[in-house]
Structures are given as structure tokens and as C-alpha cells.
């Protein structure tokens, strides 16, 4: 069963890049990598999604290393109100879609 | 562009009685997903369905839970005899196509079972 892990928390400034690095040592070769930023109360919001290399939207950046074991998260310049639990996800067969969750990396911006 | 709706957003039932979440995928989707949530916990997969049929109900407990999302209207999951240990954050995300299409969530149903 493919997991994902992640440290389970992390503290930054305000101002500071933050990178958050995910595990996932059995993603299979159709399966994507995709983040989720959730806040209490709230549902998980979709932050991005890649398969190789890198890639980038208006929020930030995903970095996939070739074997694809692993991947980084990065949030540029990041604010209070980016304060949040981040989850690292892959689809763990191909054709299905039970998405796993882990418990997140807590991601705590300090003042 | 309305999200994912789910209604109620807070629900309260009595051991023992049913619990009705209902759940409007956006528009255009036609996958929907519901997932369950514990306090500092992660969501654990419960459901996938697509349109009047059930895809993959490997998550969903045996017995008391079901699910549906009918041709017409909101997808529903259903709880019967609730106890306390159903008490949780349901989500529901919805989906354009299938296989790594990304999933959007709604804000959740918290059931609390008195």
C-alpha cells in the first residue's frame, strides 16, 4: 500500500521560503503527486499537482526528482494565513482514486 | 462558480437515530468522493462514486453506512443506528474526470452523536 510521509510539523517567519519534503518510495508509474492545504474547519484545498520535474502555479512550486521517490513542496515569501496542515498525496492504483491521507505537516508561520 | 456544497455543516443526532449528509459536487463533475475526518488526524478514503453507481466502496464500514448519488440531486451518505464512535468531520470532494484528475472539497458535515 503506497504511503506518503512527511515531517509532522514545522515553524517559519513571515518573509521565509518554506519547503516541505514528502516520501513516497512505492508511487507507481501513472500515479501524480498532489498537495492539499487545509485549515481548521475547513475542507482540503487543492495547492498543485505534478508527475515529473517541476512545476509551478500563482501559490508555488513542486519539485519531483527523476526517480519520483520523493517531492518538495515549495511555498515562497510565506504569511500568517499560510499557516495550515499541508498533505502530500499520491493515488495509490492506477484506475482508482483512494487518495491517502497521512496526518500533514502542521506548518506554523510565526510574526 | 459555486464549490462543492455540503449540507448541514453541523449535525446533531442521539444514539441510535439516522444521520442524511448530503453533498453537491461543482458543476460539471461528475465523481464524487466522501472521506472522513477525526480530530489531528488525517481523511480516511470512505466512498468513490459516479453517477448511480457505486466505484469503490473499500473504506466505507460493512454494516450501518451507505451511499448513493443518484441521477438527479446531491449525493447522500447515509448513517443508520449512529453511535459515538460516528462521530467525526465528514468531507465530500468532487471530481471532473477519473484517475489523477485532482479532487475539490467541500467544507464538511461535523456529526456529533449525543
Known amino acids: 500500500l503506497a504511503k506518503t510521509t512527511q515531517p509532522i510539523s514545522m515553524d517559519s517567519y513571515e518573509g521565509q521560503e518554506v519547503n516541505i519534503t514528502c516520501s513516497h518510495n512505492?508511487?507507481?508509474?501513472?500515479?501524480?503527486i498532489t498537495w492539499y492545504q487545509q485549515f481548521p474547519s475547513q475542507g482540503p484545498r487543492f495547492i498543485i499537482q505534478?508527475?515529473?520535474t517541476k512545476v509551478t502555479n500563482e501559490v508555488a512550486s513542486l519539485f519531483i526528482p527523476a526517480d519520483r521517490k520523493s517531492s518538495t513542496l515549495s511555498l515562497p515569501r510565506v504569511s500568517l494565513s499560510d499557516t495550515a496542515v499541508y498533505y502530500c498525496?499520491?493515488?495509490?492504483?492506477?484506475?482508482?482514486?483512494?487518495?491517502?491521507f497521512g496526518t500533514g505537516t502542521r506548518l506554523t508561520v510565526i510574526p | 462558480n459555486a464549490g462543492v456544497m455540503q449540507n448541514p455543516r453541523h449535525l446533531v443526532r442521539r444514539r441510535g437515530q439516522e444521520a442524511r449528509l448530503r453533498c453537491s459536487p461543482m458543476?460539471?463533475?461528475?465523481?464524487v468522493y466522501w472521506y472522513r475526518q477525526l480530530p489531528e488526524e488525517g481523511l480516511k478514503f470512505m466512498v468513490y462514486?459516479?453517477?448511480?453507481?457505486?466505484?469503490?466502496e473499500s473504506g466505507m464500514p460493512k454494516e450501518r453506512f451507505s451511499a448513493e448519488f443518484p441521477k438527479e440531486g446531491p449525493s447522500i451518505l447515509r448513517i443508520q443506528q449512529v453511535v459515538r464512535g460516528d462521530s467525526a468531520a465528514y468531507f465530500c470532494?468532487?471530481?471532473?474526470?477519473?484517475?489523477?484528475?485532482?479532487?475539490?472539497f467541500g467544507d464538511g458535515t461535523r456529526l456529533s452523536i449525543l
Open positions: 462514486l459516479q453517477k448511480e453507481n457505486i466505484i469503490d
Open positions: 505534478g508527475y515529473k
Open positions: 498525496l499520491v493515488a495509490i492504483q492506477t484506475g482508482a482514486n483512494n487518495l491517502f
Open positions: 470532494a468532487s471530481s471532473e474526470g477519473h484517475s489523477n484528475q485532482p479532487q475539490h
Open positions: 512505492n508511487i507507481a508509474t501513472n500515479d501524480y
Open positions: 458543476k460539471g463533475h461528475s465523481h
